[in-house]
C-alpha cells in the first residue's frame, strides 16, 4: 500500500512539474531556442550528437600532444570536454609535478640533457600501448622533439612515470611509435647532427653528421623502458619523420619517411656565416622529385644487437648502416617529395604515404616490396650502399586527393581512410584498395594530422574522427594575436555523407597528434592501496624527528587538518617532509603548500609525497591545504616556524 501510495505522489509531482513548466512565463520550447539564437536542423543534430547529460560518460577517450606545453591533453569524445592536462615535460602545480615532491621531481631529473635542466617540451606524437596490435589501454608514450626524449605514462594513475633522455639524437619527430606488443617504443632523430656531443664543421656534413631510429626496449612487467636493452639504428644524414611500425603481414618491420634528401644545410641571406651560395631553405630541401622511405627488419636489427653488432657512442649500442645493409635488413623506397604522413594500413599490407608537395597518396604494397627483398631485386644504390627498391614496382596505387595531402587514419569499413589535405583545409574520405576519392569535407583551417576512433589499429572503429586543425579565424571570440588550435569532431559514420559536429578551442600550446581509445579500455585507479608507499605515515604516528641539523616530520592530512599543525625547527636544517593522506573516499585530494619555500604537492587519496628543501630563512610560513577539500578548508592550516 505504502509503495502504490508513492508511486502515484510521485506521478502527480511530474504532472504538476509539466503543467508549471507550460504555463509559466519562464517556459522555453525548443522552437523558442532555435529561434533566439538562429540555430539550424543541422546544428540540433549536431547538439543532439555531442551533448552528454549530466552523469553520462564520453564513449572514448582522446590522448593529445600538447606541443610547445611539454603536457598532454585528455579529452573525451563525443562531448569534447577536457578531462585533464597530464603533467610531462614541464612543471605543473596542480598535480605538485615538479614543486618539492620527490617521485615527480626525480621524473624531471631523468630529463636532464647533458647536465643541463630542460623544463619544457614540444610534444608531438602520443602512443598508446599495444597488445596484438590493438590498444590495451596500460601505458602512453609521449616524445619530446626540441629535447630529445620520450616519457612513459602509467594509466592506471594518468601520471608520468619515467622519462628517458636519446643519448645520441640533438632533435626527433617520428616518436613515439610502439611495436604490436609494445616490445618497443620506437623514436625516430629528425634534424641530422653528430652522435658524439663535440663540434663538427657542416663542411663534414656527408661524412660526420647522421640520422638513426632508436628501439626503446619497454619493460611491461616494471612498466619502464629498460635503457640498458636499448639500440639505434644508423641512418644516412636526411631528416627522418614520421615512423610507423609494421603489423600481420608486415611485423617485424618499420617504415620511416625522410625529406631532404638533397642534404641541404642552409646558409641562405644575410647575416649567415657560411655557405652564402647556397639555395633558399624551403628550395634546398624540396629540389629532387622524390626522397626515401626507409624500410627497417627491426627483428634482424634486434639479432645484431644481441649478438654485439653495434659500436657505443656515448655508451648507448648504435648499429651501422654496413651492418644492417649486410644482414639484408635496411632499404630505401623513392617516395613523392617532401613525404609526411606514413600509415601502415590494420592488415599491415599497405603503407600509405602523402607528399605534402604532391596532390597524390601512394599506397606501397608491402607484400611487393618483400618480394623485391628476398630477390634482391634492387634498382640502385644511395651514397651510403643502401638498396634503393624500384618505386613503380613497390606500388599498389596513387590516387589524387587534393592539395598538401598529410596524414592517413583508417575506418571500420574495409578500405576505407580519411587524410587531411593541409592546403584545401579538408578532410578527403576515399578507398585506397579501389583508389577512389569518395568525398571531401571542408573543415577550419589547415588542418594537420586527424584521428579516427582506434584509427591506427588491427581493428578501427569508425565513427569519430578529430580533425587537428592548426588555425582557428573566426572560429571563437578573439583573445588576442595568438589564437587557439581548432580540433573539430566530424561524424563517420558508415552510409552517411561526414557530418561537421564540434568546434573545441584547445589554448593549451600547439597540439600535433592524438590517439583515440575506447573509454572502457581505460582502467584507473581511484585512490592507492594502503601502505603502498615507503614512507607511508599511519595515523597516531605523526611526528617531528631530528638527527642533527636533518629533521624528517612524518605528517597525515584528513579534512579538514594537517597533524601536526605547529611544526618548530631552526634556521639550515634539512627538512624532509613525508605527508600521507589517509582518506579512502574516491577524489578527496589534498594539497600543500608552504609559503615563500616554492613547496606544493598533490596528494591523492593513499597517497604518501615526499618533500625535501632546507629551512634557509627563518620566520613564521603558514602551511595549508591548496585543494577545495571540505566546508572547512580555510581552516585546514598549520604554521611551520623557522627560529
Not at 581493428?459 to 589564437?483: E, M, Q
Request: charged letters at 25%; glycine letters at 8%; a positive charge.
Amino acid at each position: 500500500m505504502e509503495f502504490r501510495v508513492t508511486k502515484m505522489l510521485k506521478v502527480i509531482s511530474l504532472f504538476v512539474v509539466a503543467a508549471l513548466f507550460t504555463t509559466t512565463a519562464w517556459a522555453q520550447s525548443l522552437s523558442d531556442v532555435v529561434k533566439e539564437r538562429g540555430l539550424s536542423d543541422k546544428d540540433l543534430l549536431a547538439a543532439a550528437k555531442t551533448y552528454n547529460p549530466s552523469g553520462k560518460k564520453d564513449e572514448y577517450i582522446v590522448f593529445s600532444s600538447g606541443g610547445q606545453s611539454g603536457q598532454m591533453i585528455v579529452y573525451g569524445v563525443p562531448s569534447m570536454r577536457i578531462l585533464k592536462y597530464i603533467a610531462v615535460f614541464t612543471p605543473e602545480p596542480w598535480q605538485g609535478y615538479g614543486y618539492g615532491e620527490a617521485h615527480s621531481m626525480k621524473v624531471l631529473e631523468q630529463g636532464r640533457i647533458r647536465g643541463r635542466k630542460i623544463t619544457w617540451g614540444d610534444t608531438h606524437h602520443p602512443a598508446l600501448s599495444e597488445t596484438k596490435g590493438d590498444y590495451d589501454g596500460q601505458y602512453v608514450f609521449l616524445n619530446d622533439k626540441a629535447n630529445p626524449r620520450v616519457a612513459v605514462i602509467d594509466l592506471k594513475t594518468f601520471e608520468t612515470v619515467q622519462i628517458v633522455v636519446n643519448p645520441i639524437f640533438k632533435s626527433e619527430h617520428g616518436s613515439s611509435v610502439v611495436t604490436p606488443d609494445t616490445e618497443y617504443v620506437l623514436e625516430a632523430a629528425q634534424y641530422p647532427a653528430p652522435f658524439s656531443n663535440k663540434y663538427v664543421s657542416l663542411d663534414k656534413f656527408n661524412t660526420h653528421y647522421r640520422g638513426g631510429v632508436t628501439y626503446w626496449k619497454f619493460d611491461r612487467k616494471k612498466g619502464r623502458i629498460n635503457k640498458k636493452k636499448s639500440f639505434t639504428v644508423e641512418m644516412p644524414p636526411y631528416m627522418q619523420d614520421i615512423t610507423d611500425v609494421g603489423k600481420g603481414v608486415s611485423a617485424g618491420w618499420s617504415f620511416t619517411n625522410s625529406i631532404n634528401t638533397e642534404r641541404y644545410v642552409g646558409g641562405y641571406g644575410k647575416g649567415n656565416t657560411k655557405y652564402k651560395d647556397k639555395l633558399a631553405n624551403e628550395a634546398g630541401m624540396s629540389a629532387k622529385d622524390t626522397d626515401y622511405m626507409h624500410v627497417v627488419n627491426w627483428k634482424a636489427a634486434e639479432k645484431l644487437y644481441k649478438a654485439g653488432k653495434f659500436k657505443k657512442v656515448n655508451g648507448h649500442p648504435v648499429i651501422s648502416m654496413k651492418d644492417m645493409v649486410k644482414a639484408n635488413a635496411l632499404f630505401l623506397i623513392p617516395e613523392p617529395k617532401s613525404p609526411h604522413g606514413n600509415d601502415v594500413s590494420p592488415d599491415g599490407r599497405y603503407i600509405i604515404v602523402a607528399g605534402k608537395l604532391d596532390t597524390h597518396a601512394s599506397i606501397y604494397d608491402f607484400t611487393k616490396i618483400k618480394a623485391l627483398i628476398d630477390k634482391k631485386e634492387f634498382a640502385s644504390k644511395d651514397d651510403y650502399g643502401i638498396p634503393i627498391l624500384d618505386f613503380t614496382k613497390t606500388l599498389h596505387k596513387q590516387v589524387q586527393l587534393g592539395l598538401g595531402p598529410l596524414h592517413t587514419q583508417f575506418d571500420k569499413e574495409k578500405g576505407i581512410v580519411y587524410t587531411s589535405l593541409y592546403v584545401d583545409s579538408a578532410v578527403a574520405r576515399w578507398d585506397y584498395l579501389s583508389g577512389k576519392l569518395i568525398e571531401k569535407l571542408p573543415i577550419n583551417y589547415n588542418i594537420g594530422h586527424l584521428v579516427t576512433a582506434e584509427g591506427d589499429t588491427v581493428a578501427p572503429d569508425g565513427k569519430y574522427l578529430v580533425a587537428l586543425n592548426k588555425l582557428s579565424i573566426d572560429r571563437f571570440n578573439n583573445v588576442g594575436p595568438l589564437h587557439p588550435q581548432n580540433h573539430q569532431l566530424i561524424d563517420i559514420t558508415k552510409g552517411r555523407p561526414m557530418h561537421l559536429l564540434y568546434d573545441m578551442p584547445l589554448p593549451l600550446g600547439e597540439p600535433h597528434y592524438a590517439q583515440m581509445i575506447k573509454a572502457d579500455k581505460l582502467k584507473p585507479i581511484v585512490r592507492y592501496k594502503k601502505r603502498s608507499f615507503k614512507h607511508y605515515v599511519k595515523a597516531g604516528k605523526e611526528g617531528v624527528f631530528r638527527k642533527g641539523k636533518n629533521v624528517t616530520i612524518k605528517s597525515t592530512s584528513i579534512r579538514s587538518h594537517f597533524s601536526p599543525e605547529v611544526i618548530e625547527v631552526k634556521k639550515g636544517d634539512n627538512i624532509t617532509w613525508h605527508i600521507t593522506n589517509v582518506e579512502r573516499a574516491q577524489d578527496q585530494v589534498h594539497g600543500f603548500s608552504v609559503d615563500n619555500y616554492n613547496v606544493h604537492a598533490s596528494i591523492e587519496p593513499g597517497e604518501t609525497v615526499t618533500m625535501k628543501f632546507k629551512a634557509d630563512k627563518r620566520g613564521v610560513f603558514p602551511f595549508y591545504c591548496t585543494e577545495f577539500c571540505s566546508a572547512l578548508h580555510l581552516e585546514m592550516m598549520g604554521y611551520f616556524l623557522v627560529k
